[in-house]
């Protein structure tokens, strides 16, 4: 079973622009699914029609085979929603603002209390349930958004750049914590600019640009359409003149520093027993950019010539 | 949702909305106290002893039910404009958007926190109208029915304002401009049987004062209108803005682009 299919779904809003023009997307039960795409693709109008925060133009979504024009409210209680910006009462305390929101899902109170510590304990929030929600950190405030999306426990989780100015400790940890829901079961779907985070999470990807869907498919094979590979190598001792290896294009940075092209049908491990007989010690590597960067940047460039 | 899920929903929005203006109970309950015992004294008191007798009632007794319609009508709208629009402009609107709560119960709860306001600060101005005149009550059954659905037709009001509104100036144009005419206008400090022929008809139009004669008629006895039609008409525009309310809500109109 699909946790969400979108066939030719458009989006005209007044003014006439223009947000989608026919989006297409499957999304498995279960998956752990990247929809990317660059700043004004259409993730977020999409995003908003699945979850009723937009009117749609045309085309179909269904949540779990409900559909939403026909079977709204079930459609809606499947989704929990992370947005990309902060939209809970400022003025509410923690704890109301996620027993609160299992209110509106017809959740009683004492199953409400339950579920809000279990998830602000999981979420390290627990100390701040008496706070008010404007007196938390950028970091805690994205995790208490997380904390109210599963307080119903959806079966599927949006999350529109869950990370967003959040520093490299937390991402962590919440990363952490979204594999671990999602490996107890719930479909997630995550829109990000950071595509580290999406090639470490996600095991299918969309990527929309212009309102349309450019590619659907899964990671692995997206990445195996990257011809090239750029590594950058840090040498022990300084170097006083390139390697020349067969079928390799390599580039001294500076005199500890290499840069090597690899292309699909070869392997590092040459470049490796060569610098090995040369005597020359490799330190650390790493790649020059992100994989799943270079082909987003392709594809999107593409479509915009 | 099933009816128990609907109630829960429902419970939670009323008590948010109830905490709401209890904590800031000097903003949204004390103003209204002090502003009505003032036209007590003044108005009823002071001005009001050198006035003739209106339908057998001393002038203060006369306009203490307009008073405290007037307080229950400013303050129900207040709340509900307040809330919702505030909820429309920090977003968390969007909890109950995308929460599987149908349309019909996100209005019923706004209003039932705007009603809630309402009636407290209507029985705080009643207990305060105590201290300067006896309130008969000739018809208890009537004067609730027409105090609560006041303050339902204003809560809704203020919900179609705040749907509407786009700023905070847009929730105070209709207080300003068109609520306070019309309640000033509606009766509470004079009989409509005071004014010449034309302006007498020109009062039917306002719904106001079928309320202000309808909440007279339950506390003092005497209405310049028929108590029948005066609450026929509350009815009929709490119908109408209900279904109002549901329509915007249903097409989105100023919370769904």
Partial sequence: MYALSIRDLTKTYKGGIQALRGVDLDIPEGDFFALLGPNGAGKSTTIGIICSLVNKSSGTVKVFEHDIDTDLELAKSCIGLVPQEFNFNQFEPVEEIVAGQAGYYGIDRKTASQRAEKYLKQLSLWDKRRSMARELSGGMKRRLMIARALIHEPRLLILDEPTAGVDIEIRRSMWKFLKEINQQGTTIILTTHYLEEAENLCRNIAIINNGKTVESTEMKSLLKQLHVETFILQLRGPLSKVPNIDGFEIRQLDEHTLEIDVKQEKTINEVFSVLMQEGIVVESMRNKSNRLEELFINMVEKQTL | ?257
């Fill in chain 2, 1 to 257: 949702m099933n009816l128990q899920q609907q109630y829960i929903a429902l419970n939670v929005i009323l008590v948010k909305e109830i905490r709401r203006f209890i904590r800031i109970w000097v903003q949204t309950i004390l103003p209204a106290v002090i502003t009505m015992s003032l036209y007590f004294v003044i108005f009823g008191n002071l001005i009001g002893s050198q006035l003739n007798d209106i339908h057998g009632f001393k002038y203060i007794d006369y306009i203490v039910p307009g008073i405290i319609l007037m307080a229950i009508i400013n303050n129900s709208y207040a709340n509900v404009v307040s809330s919702f629009f505030s909820a429309k402009f920090q977003r968390h609107v969007e909890e109950l958007l995308v929460s599987p709560m149908p349309n019909y119960l996100i209005i019923i709860g706004y209003v039932s926190g705007g009603v809630a306001r309402g009636l407290i600060v209507g029985l705080a101005v009643t207990v305060v109208a105590t201290f300067f005149i006896q309130i008969p009550f000739a018809n208890i059954p009537v004067t609730l029915l027409a105090v609560v659905l006041t303050s339902v037709l204003f809560s809704l009001g203020g919900f179609i304002n705040a749907v509407y509104a786009k700023s905070f100036d847009d929730i105070s144009i209709i207080p300003t401009f068109v609520l306070t005419p019309l309640t000033y206008l509606g009766g509470i400090f004079y009989s409509v049987d005071m004014l010449p022929g034309f302006w007498q008809s020109v009062s039917l139009v306002n719904p106001i004062l079928y309320m202000i004669n309808a909440a007279r008629y339950g506390m003092l006895g005497v209405s310049d209108i028929n108590i029948d039609i005066a609450l026929g008409m509350i009815i009929l525009f709490v119908i109408l803005l209900f279904l109002l309310a549901l329509y915007l809500l249903n097409k989105g109109v100023g919370i769904r682009s």
